[in-house]
C-alpha cells in the first residue's frame, strides 16, 4: 500500500494542531467510508475493526442515516431546544425511553459528549439525593471534561498539572478475574473485589454520604473486562439498600454493542440512571442521560442545559440509527458473530501464547497479549506491532490498556469481512513473532 498522501498529510496536521487529542496508531487519513470499509486520501480500502471508537455501531455512513441527516438540513439545522420545541428531540426521547433497561416511568437530558453526559450525572445525582459522594472504579474511563476526568482513573497524562479534580470521587477496584488482583477464581471467590467496597463503606466513605456507584457494564479502556454477574448483582444490593444511585455508564458499550441494547442487560440490572453517547447518533455530537422520572425532575435549569445539545440534525441521525438497529435485526447479528469470532481468536491463541486471553460480550470483544501466560505481564510492543501491521495490510485495529486488541467493529459487518480481518490479525501475529515488523514503528504507535 502506497500511504504517502496519508503521511504528508499527518506532517501538516502536526504543525497546527493541538498535542492535546492525539493518540495515533497509524497515519491513517480518511477520504470515505461506507458498511465497514474505510478508504484513505492515498486510495487504499481497509476493514474496520475499530468504528471510530465505537462511535458507528449503524456503520460508516448507512444511506438510512445519512438520508435522514439531509432531510432535517433542508428544514432547518438547529434552533436550541433551551428556548424552543422540536420533533425530532421529542421522538427520539421517547425511543429512548422505550429500549433502555427499567420498568418505570423515564425522562432524558441531551448533550454533545459521553463528557458531558458523565458530567451531568455527578450534577443530577447529587441534586436528588443531596449526597456528595461518587463511587468509580480504578481503570475506568469517563471522559474529558473536569467532571467526566475526576471519575476515570486510567491515565496519569489525564491528571498531571491540571488538578484538583472535583472532590469526592473515590475509585475501587473493578472486577477483572483474568488479572484478579486477590488470586482467586471466578468459580470459587468469594468477592474479595467487593467486600473492597464493603471495607471502604465501613472505614472512610460513609454509605450515607454516596450519591451514586457509576460503572461500565465492560470495562472498555480497562481491556474489555467483563465483571462476573455474581459481583454486579452484589454491588446493585449494596446500592438498592444504602440509597445509592446505581448508574450504567453504556456510552462504550450501548446500543447493540454487547449483543443487547445495553450491555447491563447482560446482568438482570435496572439501574437507576443510564448513560449513552458515541454511537447513539452514527458520530454525530449527541448524548443523552436517561434515568427514573423522579430524579430526572428533580434538578432545574440552566443545571445542564448547551445551546447546541439535542440538535435536530443529531436527533434525527439518532432516531434513524436506531431503526436500522432494529430493522436490520443488529442486535442479533451482532450476538452470532461475537461468537463466531471469539471461537475463532480461541482457535489462534491455542496456536500463540502471545494470546493470554480472549473475553467480551457481542462484537466488544478483547484479545489480551501477554509475554508470559503465567505472569500475565502486559506486551505494549506485540499490541503496537501487530495493530500496525494490520494496518499496512488493510485492516484498522487499535489497542488499550496498552495491550489489548480491540475488536469493536460495526454491527452491520459480513462474515465474510470478519474473516478477512482475523486472517490478517494472525498474519501479523506471526509476523511479529518472526520478527518481521521493524522497532521504528513503535515512534508512531501510540495508542491509548
Not at 175 to 198: A, H, I, N, V, W
Not at 295 to 309: D, E, K
Not at 335 to 351: A, S, T
Not at 426 to 436: T, Y
Request: glycine share 8%; with cysteine.
Amino acid at each position: 500500500m502506497n500511504h504517502e498522501m496519508c503521511k504528508k498529510l499527518v506532517n501538516e496536521d502536526d504543525k497546527v494542531l493541538s498535542s492535546c487529542f492525539r493518540m495515533p496508531y497509524y497515519p491513517l487519513a480518511v477520504k470515505r467510508s461506507y458498511g465497514s470499509i474505510v478508504e484513505d486520501i492515498d486510495g487504499n480500502s481497509f476493514i474496520d475493526l475499530f468504528s471510530s471508537a465505537s462511535s458507528l455501531n449503524a456503520g460508516h455512513c448507512h444511506p438510512k442515516v445519512v438520508e435522514a441527516i439531509i432531510e432535517q438540513s433542508k428544514k432547518f439545522t438547529h434552533y436550541s431546544p433551551v428556548y424552543s420545541y422540536n420533533e425530532p428531540l421529542v421522538e427520539l426521547a421517547n425511543k429512548l425511553c422505550d429500549i433502555t433497561p427499567g420498568n418505570y416511568k423515564k425522562r432524558v437530558a441531551f448533550g454533545l459528549s459521553g463528557s458531558d453526559a458523565n458530567d451531568g450525572m455527578i450534577k443530577l445525582a447529587r441534586y436528588y439525593t443531596g449526597r456528595s459522594k461518587i463511587v468509580s472504579f480504578i481503570q475506568a474511563y469517563h471522559g474529558s471534561t473536569y467532571g467526566s476526568m475526576s471519575l476515570s482513573a486510567i491515565s496519569l497524562n489525564m491528571r498531571r498539572k491540571i488538578g484538583p479534580m472535583l472532590p469526592d470521587i473515590y475509585h475501587i477496584p473493578y472486577p477483572d478475574c483474568y488479572r484478579c488482583k486477590f488470586g482467586q477464581k471466578e468459580d470459587t471467590c468469594s468477592l474479595e473485589c467487593l467486600k473492597q467496597f464493603e471495607t471502604a463503606m465501613e472505614y472512610y466513605i460513609p454509605a450515607e454520604e454516596i450519591a451514586a456507584v457509576i460503572i461500565e457494564p465492560v470495562a472498555g479502556d480497562a481491556g474489555l473486562v467483563v465483571p462476573p454477574k455474581k459481583y454486579m448483582e452484589g454491588l446493585y444490593e449494596i446500592c438498592k439498600a444504602n440509597g445509592i444511585l446505581f448508574v450504567s455508564e453504556e456510552v462504550q458499550q450501548g446500543l447493540g454493542r454487547t449483543g443487547k441494547w445495553f450491555g447491563i442487560e447482560h446482568f438482570g440490572i435496572e439501574p437507576d440512571i443510564v448513560i449513552i453517547a458515541k454511537s447513539l447518533a452514527s458520530g454525530l455530537p449527541l448524548s443523552a442521560i436517561v434515568g427514573r422520572e423522579e430524579i430526572m425532575q428533580s434538578w432545574q435549569a440552566p443545571v445542564h442545559a448547551f445551546t447546541t445539545a439535542g440538535n435536530p440534525v443529531c436527533c434525527s441521525a439518532a432516531v434513524a440509527t436506531l431503526k436500522v438497529i432494529e430493522e436490520e435485526n443488529l442486535i442479533e447479528h451482532t450476538r452470532e458473530m461475537g461468537e463466531y469470532v471469539k471461537e475463532r481468536l480461541n482457535l489462534i491463541k491455542d496456536k500463540y501464547t502471545l494470546i493470554g486471553d480472549v473475553r467480551g460480550l457481542g462484537l466488544s470483544i478483547g484479545v489480551d497479549l501477554v509475554k508470559d501466560r503465567v505472569t500475565k505481564e502486559r506486551n505494549k510492543e506485540a499490541a503496537s506491532k501487530i495493530c500496525y501491521r494490520c494496518w499496512e495490510k488493510g485492516l484498522i485495529l487499535a489497542f488499550f490498556a496498552n495491550n489489548v486488541l480491540r475488536i469493536q467493529p460495526p454491527l452491520i459487518i459480513k462474515k465474510e469481512e470478519l474473516d478477512t480481518a482475523i486472517d490478517i490479525i494472525e498474519g501479523a501475529i506471526s509476523d511479529f513473532l518472526a520478527g518481521d515488523i521493524p522497532d521504528e514503528i513503535l515512534r508512531i504507535a501510540k495508542g491509548w
